[in-house]
């Protein structure tokens, strides 16, 4: 019983400690995302005529962030932390209720 608590302690230590890598602000590109924005970003940019790009504008992209998420973060190690509390404690009253049901055997022979 003690060894399943320490692994589920580990478990929600490791969980807590990986916050920080997980909240930061950029994402980074993997090599397939990174190839075609490379190559946009060597073509010539469309010629101005009369100050329009014929109807498309020139807009760069949002730049990929987790910022806006960091709140789903938090509620999602909340409720896992909830969640392995609940099972520590029916762990702990099922191990009271086996104790109280092993003392109470010899009674009833």
């Known amino acids: 019983m003690r060894s399943h ?4 302690a580990l ?8 916050a920080p890598a997980m909240a ?5 590109a993997t090599a397939e995302a990174a ?6 970003a060597a073509q010539p940019a469309p010629e101005i005529v009369g100050g329009s790009t014929h109807g498309v504008p020139l807009a760069r992209p949002a730049e990929r962030t987790l910022r806006p ?4 973060f938090v509620a999602f190690a909340l409720a896992w932390a909830l ?3 609940y099972a520590l404690s029916l762990g702990r009253r099922f ?9 109470l055997a010899p009674r009833a022979e």
């Open 5 to 8: 608590i320490r692994h589920l």
């Open 11 to 18: 478990a929600l230590l490791l969980a807590t400690s990986a």
């Open 24 to 28: 930061q602000d950029t994402v980074p």
């Open 35 to 40: 190839a075609p924005a490379a190559e946009a």
């Open 69 to 72: 998420y960091w709140h789903l």
């Open 83 to 85: 969640l392995f509390g």
């Open 95 to 103: 191990g009271r209720l086996e104790r109280e049901l092993a003392s």
